[in-house]
Each structure stands twice: as structure tokens, then as C-alpha cells.
């Protein structure tokens, strides 16, 4: 059964971290509703507030700070504001832009998580005497049979967030609480009760964007940290085919961007296939040869006891991705991973979740994959 963190039936001391963002406004409120002793609490992740995201886009502005201050008062909570840029721009941009740098695609609201709001955060609530760190994340947090807490989906799966919180560990998992995971209710009824609890954030856009790039150029970012470097772009046999002026603004799988001057012989589109920090080349292809049949993922995180033995699971690759099957198996520092049937669109630096049906199993950092046809071109595999 759903129940909140670390025991049923009594008062906890929860600290909900609001955003600025109609999700955690409502999740903090139901949180004091449930009869919890509840404090709100915004996190300034930026240094100057108004270098990142303007126009109530994103979690960092000062725009935010205010409306999360203002839904706090309506619910009647205390609320601070928790200085935590100095950790944010370490162990999320800086890691962010060094990811892009070795030619991997990461995840920055994975990180964020793991490193901030269920790391540093929750640290510090735990030593103030919080019992809990309340977010307004669609999943929910289940005991188990054997009494340990589990990550499982949002019972709304169009809503479910759990892909993002796959690296939290069991420790994490005893001090969370997602008051909307449990509930089915749509986006457009979200707003309709944070308007009956008269939250003026109720008609508030939702963030779809990085929220540390002010403008939602990821392109322009990357290229203001690490600067102009022209390169080669190659066809699998390695002949030239293009230029380009940065590696690390490619992913794997990207279609456009590529400003390849002639089309391919088969007059079909070409993807980036590999990207190389070493050579500075991107390779490109086609869509047949992104296909991917077994991966190696590293920094595995468990939420709960991991596999003993290799087993059958479902896996995510993104976001908002499908769950496709497949067989994992963890090898000590490494999960490695071979799909029931090939997958696209596979990024080294992205993160695989596994599930047990609706259960977040764990998480890793890919890092190499293999290919049904591999390139013949050198690449960094």
C-alpha cells in the first residue's frame, strides 16, 4: 500500500520544496491537508536569479521565488529561501557541460535529483529534524511486502515522472513523499484545485525547457562554454561529407542540424550515429544503423536490494519514453543490458531505468552500446 514516509498514522515534520510551479503549490498543500507540520522552501540555484530562465518558464528566477513565497502564504506555511547555487552550478551545469564535452548526452533533471533536491536538500532537512522532502513529482512510494520502500509509477501513467527519480536509493526513498502520485486527477484538475485553494499560480505555464538556459538555445549554451572547433562530419565509411563547428552540439540520433551539402546515395536522411571529442568528427548514417542491441550502463543506483542474477525487466531510455523488455544483469560497478528487440535513438551519458512492472528497480549512466550493424568507421564504443 501507498503511505508517507517514515510511518503512518503520526505527524511528520516535512519540508516541501516549491518551485514556483503549480505541482509542488498543490503537493504542499495536500501535504498540510494530510496534517503534516509543513514548511515550504524555494531553492535559488543560480547565483543571479535573472541570468536564467525570465517569463515564468523554468524553477530558478525570481519570478518563481515570488510565486512560490505567495502560494506558501496562502496555504498558511512557513516558507524560506535556501541558497544552493554554489552546489547546483557543480554538480549540475558544470557536470552538464562536461558531459557534452566527452560527446555523451545527459540529463540535467536526473541529476538535479539525485544531487540536489534528494542529496543536498533532504541532507540538510534531515538535519534540521525533517522527517520528509516533499516534491511535486508525479510517482508514488510503496512499501513492500518486506516492509522497504519502493519507487513505483504515478497511478496517472500519462503524468508519471519516475524516470527521473530512478536514482534515488532506498535511504532517499524512507524520507519522500509525492502527494500527487496517487492520484488520477488530469493537469487541467490540478489547476482547477490549486484555483479553489486560491493559488495564484493555478493558470501558471508548466516548464518544459533546461531550466539554467535562460533562452532554450542548448545549441548556443554549449557553444558559449566550449567554444568553436571545426571538424570533420563522416559517412560510415569514413569519407568526408560535411563540416561542422563543434562535436559536442550533436547527439546520437539527431536528424537535423547536420548541413550536409549533398544527399546520401540512397536518397534517404542521415542521423548522427557517433560522436567523437578525440577526432572531432561526427559520423552520420542511416536510420538502420542506430539500432542498438545491448548496452553496458555504469554508476548504477538501486531503489532497494539489486538483482542477484541477471532477469527480465521493461527499461526506459528518456523522459517520455516507451518501456521496451529486456534482460539486465549487474556485473559490480555495471548493469549490462540486452534488449528483447532493437532500440533507437541510444545516447551514451543518457539514463536506462528498470522497472518490475509499475516498480523502479534501479538506474545507470550509459556508456557504451552495441550496434545490430556497427559502423564501420572508427568511433569511441
Known amino acids: 500500500m501507498t503511505d508517507s514516509p517514515p510511518a503512518t498514522g503520526r505527524r ?120 520528509a522532502v516533499c516534491t511535486g513529482h508525479y510517482a508514488t512510494v510503496v512499501r513492500g ?33 509525492f502527494p500527487l502520485g496517487d492520484t488520477r486527477a488530469t493537469k487541467a484538475e490540478i489547476r482547477a484545485e490549486a484555483e479553489r485553494r486560491g493559488l495564484a499560480v493555478a493558470r501558471k505555464p508548466d516548464s518544459h525547457d533546461i531550466c539554467f538556459i535562460a533562452d532554450g538555445d542548448t545549441r548556443g549554451f554549449l557553444a558559449g562554454h566550449l567554444g568553436a572547433a571545426e571538424g570533420d562530419i563522416l559517412d560510415e565509411e569514413g569519407h568526408k561529407v560535411g563540416t561542422h563547428q563543434g562535436a559536442h552540439v550533436f547527439t546520437i540520433g539527431q536528424r537535423r542540424g547536420l548541413r550536409i ?65 529486456v534482460t539486465a544483469e549487474p556485473t559490480g560497478e555495471e548493469i549490462r543490458v540486452r534488449f528483447a528487440e532493437p532500440v533507437r535513438g541510444v545516447a551514451p551519458g543518457q539514463a536506462i531505468v528498470l522497472y518490475d512492472g509499475t516498480r523502479v528497480v534501479g538506474s545507470g549512466t550509459i556508456a557504451t552500446t552495441e550496434r545490430a550493424v556497427p559502423a564501420a568507421a572508427p568511433d569511441r564504443r
Open 145 to 177: 511486502p518486506d516492509g522497504r520502500r519502493e519507487l513505483h509509477r504515478s497511478a496517472d501513467l500519462g503524468k508519471d515522472q519516475s524516470y527521473v527519480l530512478g536514482v534515488l536509493d532506498e535511504r532517499q526513498l524512507a524520507h519522500a513523499m
Open 12 to 131: 511528520l515534520r516535512v519540508l516541501a520544496a516549491m518551485s514556483g510551479g503549480v505541482d509542488s503549490a498543490v503537493a504542499a498543500a495536500r501535504a498540510a491537508d494530510a496534517g503534516h507540520d509543513v514548511t515550504g522552501v524555494h531553492l535559488a540555484l543560480s547565483a543571479n536569479p535573472r541570468s536564467f530562465r525570465t517569463g515564468a518558464r523554468g524553477c530558478c528566477t525570481v519570478e518563481d521565488s515570488r510565486d512560490a513565497r505567495r502560494a506558501a502564504d496562502v496555504i498558511g506555511i512557513p516558507f524560506y529561501v535556501w541558497d544552493l547555487a554554489e552546489r547546483f552550478r557543480a554538480d549540475v551545469v558544470d557536470d552538464f557541460i562536461a558531459e557534452y564535452r566527452e560527446g555523451r548526452t545527459p540529463n540535467p533533471c536526473l541529476r538535479c535529483n539525485e544531487k540536489i533536491k534528494f542529496a543536498a536538500l533532504l541532507d540538510k532537512a534531515l538535519a534540521l529534524g525533517f522527517d
Open 261 to 325: 551539402g549533398h544527399p546520401a546515395p540512397d536518397g534517404k536522411p542521415r542521423y548522427v550515429l557517433d560522436i567523437s571529442p578525440v577526432s572531432n568528427t561526427v559520423t552520420v548514417g542511416p536510420a538502420e544503423s542506430l539500432d542498438v542491441v545491448a548496452l553496458t550502463a555504469i554508476k548504477p543506483r538501486w531503489c532497494g536490494a539489486p538483482p542477484t542474477g541477471p532477469a527480465a525487466f521493461t527499461a526506459q531510455l528518456r523522459a517520455h519514453g516507451a518501456e521496451t523488455p
